[in-house]
């Protein structure tokens, strides 16, 4: 079984519709994030949370929210999604324990989402 | 925030060719990542490097640490098909609470047989 899994893998949706993508781990990792993937704009992060009482905002946070339900799972909402938010999104998980000197994330398989 | 350029966007290359990409960022990195993303699944680490001129090997890939802190590079030798999709430079800061990462634009690879 996956480590990282998200759910859907593939969404369409319309204009002014509530979306939420899931993200699923069982890793034991603490820390999650969420990226949104553009074509020639590489990986750009949206949200992360470094536990469970833990949210932060990224880069590109406008028009989204997050939902730390328990160390394994974390949740991304677009309350009311919009064109320009059809993207590639991916979750991601990552620990650093003592002694470790990077923070190497695992990535799930991404939702493909589209909003028309 | 910081702002990683990877070059090339991408590349055309044949089976057995040898490649290079790079990244160059406007400030320091503590840690550079490289990662590769095959065709509909996420991002996978492929070498980490930790210090100012580190050169690491994995395989065919090849990774150093630019000696100013603030570039990397990769290197594959002689490319097969599954080289094929594509690649991100990452920077990373630790220290406090910070150790989010960074990540180049990609450069995606397509390798004819």
């Known amino acids: 079984d996956a480590d990282v899994t998200q759910t859907p893998r593939n969404r369409i949706t319309k204009t002014g519709k509530r979306i939420m993508l899931e993200c699923s781990q069982t890793k034991g990792h603490d820390r999650m994030y969420w990226y949104r993937q553009d074509p020639g704009l590489g990986l750009r992060l949206i949200y992360y949370s470094f536990d469970v009482k833990d949210i932060n905002k990224g880069e590109i946070s406008d028009g989204y929210s997050v939902s730390r339900q328990a160390q394994a799972k974390f949740s991304l909402s677009l309350e009311s999604a919009i064109p320009n938010q059809t993207a590639l999104y991916f979750c991601a998980t990552s620990d650093l324990g003592s002694g470790m000197s990077y923070n190497e994330q695992f990535f799930g398989p991404g939702t493909r989402l589209t909003v028309l | 925030g910081q702002q990683l350029n990877q070059s090339p966007q991408s590349m055309f290359i044949q089976e057995g060719e040898d490649v290079s990409m790079n990244c160059t960022s406007s400030s320091i990195f503590n840690t550079w990542l490289w990662y590769k993303q095959d065709p509909g699944e996420g991002p996978v680490l492929l070498i980490a490097?930790?210090?100012?001129?580190e050169l690491t090997s994995n395989g065919r890939l090849t990774a150093q640490f630019g000696i100013t802190r603030k570039d990397s590079f990769l290197n594959i030798s002689a490319s097969i098909p599954s080289d094929v999709g594509i690649y991100f430079c990452?920077?990373?800061?630790?220290?406090?609470?910070?150790?989010?990462?960074?990540f180049g634009k990609g450069t995606l690879l397509t390798v004819n047989p």
């Open positions: 490097l930790y210090k100012a001129g």
């Open positions: 990452a920077g990373q800061n630790s220290g406090g609470s910070n150790y989010k990462l960074t």
